[in-house]
């Protein structure tokens, strides 16, 4: 029987015009970058599992989002993890996203890793190098977190998903040490009970700690993908958004789905215990100095049959399921 487990394995500034000397020429340079930084704050495409191993039409959907991205032109792009696995056959996503040129972020996901691959060769086909880090961007920090360590206090069944204490030890030094506004990017949902990050709870008290030692709130906003849902929840002053699948929800190995011809699952077969959706989505995230989160989302439908004719049960996995990401405006 086959699970999911198995079938996954500024404008320029002239100077010339300006009387003062050349001692004072870059201190004013500077502050006017700074306050240019301050008014436009941050925006940034974001694209969780997409799972090019599985899609029949992965090109296409990874050519989509970048297409829209290059119109777009955030500060930079970043997915959310079960992007591919690190194997030559798959350098054409490579070739696709490197048609972006901007700054491009990775966060490791459970499937990046199947068939033997580990986390140093699935970083290296990337262009990436470490599995967590965090960097700055027009007066925001930004935290990539992995969450596929195994933990040091249980057996959990199926692929590791957790935080070890030497990542979290790190991530707390490195809150510690930044004064901006933080967000944060996991695999894995830390308030997901259903698969998500099995001590996302220590996580997130650790986020709240660090709000309440800074005095204001420096964790604003926690990105994660892997539920393949699209759902958002505000736990003590923080927001928790999941950014939904770019590609399908997984209805299980009970599922027959009927949305495509029997030729295409002769090809495809695993694709029958899925609801594929139709086009791919993404949302684009801005953040100001005005406690503002906007996130554009985008939305199709099911590839088919229509979600309400596929005999399936929307609220199996309790948020109901479908085929968008919300657009929704928060404040931190």
């Given at each position: 029987?086959?699970?999911?487990?198995?079938?996954l394995?500024?404008?320029?500034?002239?100077l010339?015009?300006?009387?003062?000397?050349?001692?004072?020429?870059?201190?004013?340079v500077?502050?006017?970058?700074?306050?240019?930084?301050?008014?436009?704050?941050?925006k940034?495409?974001?694209i969780?599992?997409?799972?090019?191993?599985?899609?029949?039409?992965s090109?296409?959907?990874?050519?989509l989002?970048?297409?829209?991205?290059?119109?777009?032109q955030?500060?930079?792009?970043i997915?959310?993890?079960?992007?591919?696995?690190?194997?030559?056959?798959?350098?054409?996503l490579?070739?696709?996203?490197?048609?972006?040129?901007?700054?491009?972020?990775?966060?490791?996901?459970?499937?990046?890793?199947?068939?033997?691959?580990?986390?140093?060769?699935?970083l290296?086909?990337?262009?990436?190098?470490?599995?967590?880090?965090?960097?700055?961007?027009?007066g925001f920090?930004?935290?990539?977190?992995?969450?596929n360590?195994?933990s040091?206090?249980k057996?959990?069944?199926?692929?590791?998903?957790?935080?070890?204490?030497?990542q979290?030890?790190?991530?707390?030094?490195?809150?510690?040490?930044t004064?901006l506004?933080?967000?944060?990017?996991?695999h894995?949902?830390?308030?997901?009970?259903?698969?998500?990050?099995?001590?996302?709870?220590e996580v997130r008290?650790?986020f709240?700690?660090?709000?309440?030692?800074?005095?204001?709130?420096?964790?604003?906003?926690?990105?994660?993908?892997?539920?393949?849902?699209?759902?958002h929840n505000?736990?003590?002053?923080?927001h928790?958004?999941?950014?939904?699948?770019?590609?399908?929800?997984?209805?299980?190995?009970?599922?027959?789905?009927?949305?495509?011809?029997?030729?295409?699952?002769?090809?495809?077969?695993?694709l029958?215990?899925?609801?594929?959706?139709?086009?791919?989505?993404?949302?684009?995230?801005?953040?100001d100095?005005?406690?503002?989160?906007?996130?554009?989302?985008?939305k199709?439908?099911?590839a088919?049959?229509?979600?309400?004719d596929?005999?399936?049960?929307?609220?199996k996995?309790?948020?109901?399921?479908?085929?968008?990401?919300?657009s929704?405006?928060?404040k931190?």
């Open positions: 029987m086959i699970n999911r487990k198995s079938f394995k500024i404008g320029g500034l002239s010339s015009g300006l009387l003062v000397n050349k001692s004072i020429a870059a201190p004013i500077e502050s006017i970058e700074t306050n240019n930084i301050k008014t436009r704050g941050v940034f495409g974001v969780s599992d997409l799972h090019y191993d599985l899609m029949h039409d090109d296409r959907r990874a050519q989002f970048i297409d829209a991205m290059v119109k777009e955030p500060d930079f792009i997915q959310l993890g079960d992007f591919c696995v690190p194997k030559p056959q798959n350098k054409p490579l070739n696709i996203w490197k048609k972006f040129s901007g700054e491009k972020h990775y966060v490791l996901g459970n499937h990046d890793t199947d068939g033997g691959f580990s986390k140093e060769q699935a290296a086909f990337w262009g990436a190098t470490n599995p967590y880090y965090s960097f700055d961007k027009n920090h930004f935290v990539v977190l992995d969450g360590e195994k040091e206090t057996k959990i069944d199926g692929y590791p998903r957790s935080i070890t204490k030497k979290l030890n790190w991530l707390k030094k490195d809150l510690q040490n004064s506004r933080t967000v944060i990017f996991c894995q949902g830390l308030e997901n009970t259903l698969g998500g990050l099995d001590n996302g709870m008290y650790l709240e700690q660090i709000n309440q030692e800074a005095g204001f709130n420096k964790v604003v906003l926690v990105l994660t993908g892997h539920h393949h849902m699209n759902y505000e736990i003590n002053g923080i928790y958004v999941q950014i939904n699948s770019s590609s399908y929800y997984w209805a299980g190995e009970d599922f027959k789905s009927t949305a495509f011809s029997d030729d295409f699952y002769k090809k495809h077969g695993i029958r215990y899925t609801l594929v959706y139709e086009d791919p989505i993404w949302a684009v995230i801005d953040l100095n005005k406690k503002n989160i906007r996130i554009q989302g985008t199709t439908k099911m088919g049959v229509p979600l309400s596929a005999g399936i049960d929307v609220y996995d309790v948020y109901p399921i479908t085929s968008e990401i919300d929704r405006k928060l931190y």
